[in-house]
């Protein structure tokens, strides 16, 4: 009897440790699409070269050695994920509605993430 009770609190555990889980992994989704759409967007409006991109994997490497992940090769990952997933009808909806001008507010300092209206994938369904 009190065993089923401590298998009831393991279960409440798991749980919310595999909810844990997907909620960091739907971050690191998201935050991989917002990378990979600003590289995309620099070096397509001319403003990048292919080699600001691995200026910009060095400067991370040395000056914020704790970040991993992003070396040039990571970059361009999240390049190629964002430029194949974007005109896909999984995250286009989402992205349309996000860039809609009734949910746009009033920017009064633009940073560099809010100049591209930079896409949030983490609501959308998986088709």
Same mark, same amino acid.
Request: net charge neutral.
């Given at each position: ?5 401590? !298998? ?37 409006? !001319?403003?990048?070269?292919? #080699? ?15 970040? #991993? ?33 009734? #949910? ?8 560099? !993430? ?14």
């Amino acid at each position: 009897m009190l065993h089923d009770q401590f !298998a009831n609190i393991i279960s409440l555990i798991r749980q919310s440790q595999a909810n844990a889980i997907r909620a960091v992994n739907t971050e690191l989704i998201n935050l991989y699409w917002q990378v990979g759409e600003y590289i995309s967007r620099q070096v397509a409006g !001319a403003a990048w070269g292919e #080699k600001t991109v691995d200026e910009l994997a060095e400067y991370i490497s040395n000056r914020h050695s704790d970040i #991993k992940g992003f070396n040039r090769r990571g970059l361009y990952r999240m390049k190629q994920f964002y430029e194949t997933y974007s005109n896909s009808s999984i995250v286009s909806p989402v992205a349309t509605q996000l860039q809609s001008p009734e #949910k746009q507010s009033v920017i009064f300092v633009s940073t560099p !993430a809010t100049q591209f209206n930079l896409s949030d994938i983490r609501n959308t369904p998986p088709h």
